[in-house]
């Protein structure tokens, strides 16, 4: 089964900084997807970025980036000139090429953006 | 396209009774999904629809817990006898399976069960 870890339970950044959200996974397949979901309080789920793992080149939308390194199974993101709206919940997730296509989430990250 | 609709947004109940939840996805969107999020933890996949057609069960979903899609459009899901271990938020999602944005899950906002 595929899991999905995410070491850091709470990071702060101030306005117009950057931060990195890390996330590991573990999978035996090839072909898989990732994604770095967004939750603010009380409010629902928001798609920040995707990556499929047959692409080398890292996703970038924005002032979000990932860090994809298939060989060490990770997938980090990289929030650039942080904004207090980035202060939410950040979930890493996992999509294998199953029929199913459910995703596999991380414990999360609570994001706090400072003044 | 108004997005994932889930009603209610909170409910309380008392253990022991049953509790019904709905779910309307994004207009067109063949395939729903429907997660469990307890605190400090990440969503996890209960069951999913591709039209009417419940496809698959995860282990989490006891015999109390059931699902409905009736004609492919919204869908409910309902709890049987609530324990207090069933306190938790409860998400829909929908995606498409072709196009450009093929599964790509969108989710609504949850509901909020409280289980007294």
């Known amino acids: 089964a595929q899991t999905v870890t995410q070491s850091q339970p709470e990071m702060s950044v101030q306005e117009a900084e950057t931060v990195t959200l890390s996330c590991t996974y573990d999978?035996?397949?090839?072909?898989?997807?990732l994604f770095w979901y967004k939750q603010p309080p009380s409010r629902q789920m928001i798609l920040v970025i995707r990556?499929?793992?047959?692409?080398?080149q890292n996703a970038t939308e924005n002032r979000f980036s990932v860090n994809f390194q298939k060989a060490a199974k990770s997938f980090s993101l990289k929030i650039s000139d942080s904004q207090l709206g980035d202060a939410a919940m950040y979930f890493c997730a996992y999509r294998g090429t199953g029929t199913a296509s459910k995703l596999t989430f991380g414990t999360g990250t609570r994001l706090q953006v400072t003044l | 396209d108004t997005g994932v609709s889930q009603d209610p947004r909170h409910k309380i109940t008392k253990r022991g009774q049953n509790v019904t939840f709905r779910c309307d996805p994004i207009s067109e969107h063949n395939r729903l999904y429907w997660y469990r999020q307890t605190l400090g933890q990440g969503p996890e996949f209960l069951t999913y629809f591709q039209n009417e057609a419940q496809l698959e069960k995860s282990r989490l979903l006891s015999d109390r817990f059931s699902a409905e899609r009736p004609k492919g459009s919204f869908s409910t899901l309902e709890i049987q006898r609530t324990e207090q271990g069933d306190s938790a938020m409860y998400l829909c999602?929908?995606?498409?399976?072709?196009?450009?944005?093929?599964?790509?899950?969108?989710f609504g906002a949850g509901t909020r069960l409280s289980v007294l």
């Open positions: 990556q499929e793992a047959y692409k080398q």
């Open positions: 999978t035996s397949e090839s072909d898989y997807y």
């Open positions: 999602a929908s995606s498409l399976i072709s196009g450009t944005v093929k599964n790509i899950q969108y």
